[in-house]
């Protein structure tokens, strides 16, 4: 017998599958996942199951739209500067020329829209098969260790730890926010710096999201200077950490002011926020945040 719809559950957690999610997928479609507490506060989770649901075929597309909303996250991510640069274009011909920067401004843009995205998947779920496969924890291209190896770090310059109420600063001096695998972290920990990256504007401080099993705002470091790769300095050769095409016109280290780098004793938790790229906050927001929605 042919099933459609199914819940998988220990007793007290849920999800939701369904096969009908694309047409062009093989296996199951994971449309939304929770537990008996969030089925308390929100009944309506079930009402995909319903008659009425499955007939009209309002469940069928819901059932689409992990993959449909996974497509335009990594359509985003891939192409978030081109994007961007056409999304100026427009504005600079329906407003001339005004104070602000319209690259930076459209970049900001495309990111929100990515995190609206990511948001929306949060409910609907996420493909289980490799074709869809884009966790809450992608990164952008800006993530030295993409597609890399593990390799230990031959140095490390962590000054010591930090709490967020004592780094000294103007309450609006600008903290550029950059996601890191856990693998991402030797870069750091052996150069003092970040990269390979590109950046819109000035700011004093930058500050590490580690994804995976952490999710946290785990580092944090006061910007020296800006360089090019080739100045930067590094313990390895670009190419240890990075493929050569990782390292494109534009992209630069940001290098930490020497013992500038510390490890939070408050580490900022995830919760519904989190950067897929560079993201900025301020330092009065970064020294009061609770979780990384106070900051994003």
Same mark, same amino acid.
Request: aromatic share 8%; hydrophobic share 35%.
């Given at each position: 017998?042919?099933?459609?719809?199914?819940?998988?559950?220990? =007793?007290?957690?849920?999800?939701?599958?369904?096969?009908?999610?694309?047409?062009?997928?093989?296996?199951?479609?994971?449309?939304?996942?929770?537990?008996?507490?969030?089925?308390?506060?929100?009944?309506?989770?079930?009402?995909?199951?319903?008659?009425?649901?499955?007939?009209?075929?309002?469940?069928?597309?819901?059932?689409?739209?992990?993959?449909?909303? +996974?497509?335009?996250?990594?359509?985003?991510?891939?192409?978030?500067?081109?994007?961007?640069?056409?999304?100026?274009?427009?504005?600079?011909?329906?407003?001339?020329?005004?104070?602000?920067?319209?690259?930076?401004? +459209?970049?900001?843009?495309?990111?929100?829209?990515?995190?609206?995205?990511?948001?929306?998947?949060?409910?609907? =779920?996420?493909?289980?098969?490799?074709?869809?496969?884009?966790? +809450?924890?992608?990164? +952008?291209?800006?993530?030295?260790?993409?597609?890399?190896?593990?390799?230990?770090?031959?140095?490390?310059?962590?000054?010591?730890?930090?709490?967020?109420?004592?780094?000294?600063?103007?309450?609006?001096?600008?903290?550029?926010?950059?996601?890191?695998?856990?693998?991402?972290?030797?870069?750091?920990?052996?150069?003092?710096?970040?990269?390979?990256?590109?950046?819109?504007?000035?700011?004093?401080?930058?500050?590490?999201?580690?994804?995976?099993?952490?999710?946290?705002?785990?580092?944090?470091?006061?910007?020296?200077?800006?360089?090019?790769?080739?100045?930067?300095?590094?313990?390895?050769?670009?190419?240890?950490?990075?493929?050569?095409?990782?390292?494109?016109?534009?992209?630069?280290?940001?290098?930490?002011?020497?013992?500038?780098?510390?490890?939070?004793?408050?580490?900022?938790?995830?919760?519904?926020?989190?950067?897929?790229?560079?993201?900025?906050?301020?330092?009065?927001?970064?020294?009061?945040?609770?979780?990384?929605?106070?900051?994003?």
């Amino acid at each position: 017998m042919s099933v459609d719809w199914g819940v998988l559950t220990n =007793g007290k957690d849920f999800e939701i599958l369904s096969v009908t999610g694309d047409d062009s997928q093989n296996g199951e479609t994971s449309i939304a996942t929770f537990d008996l507490d969030e089925m308390a506060k929100n009944p309506d989770i079930l009402e995909i199951l319903t008659k009425d649901a499955i007939q009209s075929g309002r469940a069928d597309d819901i059932a689409r739209q992990p993959t449909q909303t +996974s497509r335009a996250i990594r359509r985003l991510s891939d192409r978030e500067e081109s994007i961007a640069g056409r999304l100026a274009e427009v504005l600079r011909d329906e407003l001339g020329e005004i104070p602000l920067d319209f690259e930076e401004q +459209s970049l900001d843009y495309v990111h929100d829209l990515q995190h609206a995205l990511h948001e929306r998947r949060e409910f609907i =779920g996420k493909s289980t098969t490799d074709d869809d496969d884009t966790s +809450s924890d992608d990164i +952008s291209e800006d993530d030295p260790d993409t597609g890399e190896v593990n390799i230990e770090p031959v140095d490390n310059n962590v000054a010591g730890t930090i709490r967020r109420t004592d780094i000294e600063g103007d309450q609006e001096a600008q903290v550029a926010v950059f996601p890191t695998r856990e693998s991402g972290l030797t870069f750091i920990l052996e150069n003092n710096a970040w990269g390979f990256v590109r950046v819109g504007r000035d700011f004093d401080y930058v500050a590490m999201y580690v994804t995976q099993n952490a999710r946290e705002v785990q580092y944090v470091a006061k910007v020296r200077d800006i360089v090019v790769p080739e100045d930067a300095e590094l313990t390895r050769e670009p190419t240890e950490y990075v493929d050569r095409s990782k390292i494109a016109d534009n992209k630069m280290v940001v290098r930490f002011e020497p013992g500038g780098l510390y490890e939070l004793e408050d580490p900022i938790h995830y919760e519904i926020k989190y950067p897929q790229s560079l993201r900025y906050t301020t330092l009065g927001e970064f020294r009061t945040a609770e979780t990384t929605d106070d900051i994003f």
